[in-house]
């Protein structure tokens, strides 16, 4: 049994806006997305990578891979129109069988702890499907400029990645996502829609996804005064 992890790294960057895809921005002389990919790399766990991204990446990706010895990164593939297009091009490349697990996670997370990966890996084997996610803790308004109701915060969490699905479950709800002409946000939504359960697993809240410019700039100066 394999666990394969897949970092989708196609997406543009729009809420960025910097010229390059936020993954491939340099933080410290290094890209964001190599710092995601070490995560992985380090992990004991985790067998092979697979990264689905633009074309016109695939050189940088391959001198990121050499540069920062990722000898688990086993292919880069064309990935799609939206993220759910880009990972289910991975999966269908991903050599991978129905008993192994895959674990999803954003290129732009890259903050992820080694004991959330593992703590992650470990229970995706005992429940087949997981989604790390945060409770939410502060009141949570439904409104349109002015507020119109509340929502109870003790049923509602924040998703995260990784998220690791046994790849027979997670292909099943891709196939049938397709087929249905459904897209999703992420991969448990799919998951929880066509094929299975899904176990929550307490996220981290260091564990953020770069999606503004001031979240570029928290992970600057995390990056920074770490190091
Ligand atoms: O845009 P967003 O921040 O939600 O993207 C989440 C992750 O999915 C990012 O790592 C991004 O590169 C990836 N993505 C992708 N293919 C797309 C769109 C997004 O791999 N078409």
Redesign the pocket.
Known sequence: MKTIAII????IGKRIDSGV?K?FLKINGKEIIAYTLSVFQKNKLIDEIVV?AQREYFDLLNDIKRKYGFTKLVKIIE?????Q??VFAALKNSGAENTDFIAVH???RPLLSQELLTKAIFEARKHNCIVTAIKARDTLIVGNDNVTDYLDRNKIYYAQTPQIFQYGILMEAMIKAEAGNFKGTDESMLVNKYSGKVKIVEGETINF?I?TKPDLELFRQIISSSG
């Open positions: 989708p790294a196609a997406g895809p993954q689905p990935g799609g129109e939206e993220r297009d880009s954003d290129a732009a996804k999606t």
